[in-house]
């Protein structure tokens, strides 16, 4: 028997920052699902069974609400790299002087749509409940 496993993903703001194109590719629910499910660097078994199974299974059909793109601005963010800029000379006491040497422009154009339509994903497959299951409670 064909059954079928939808994951529907709310956004509340009706804004979309992430790189990449819309709808968030199928990789951003799994690492989410991941990330809620692990403990440190311990994922459960069947949490890692039940992951691994999606990752087999055909790339799912997505519904996304209909999308406008909004106004684009630029940033200037810490390139993530505060402690290699400490340790130049000119910086090891100075930590506001070291994240003004090490930040990068970064250019955002939200995607903008309507909050009250949800994201679906849903994967088809046969017969294996039980790793859908498990899904679902991550879920």
Known sequence: MACAL????????????????????PARLFQALMAGAARGMELPIEVRDALEWLERLPPPVIAAPRDVPGQEYTNFVPNNDVDAALSKKEYTSDVEGAVASIRTRKTIRPVLFDDAVSILYCWFFDNDRVQAEMLCRLA
């Open 6 to 25: 939808l994951v529907t993903v709310k956004f509340y703001e009706g804004r979309y920052h992430g790189h990449g194109d819309w709808p968030p590719a």
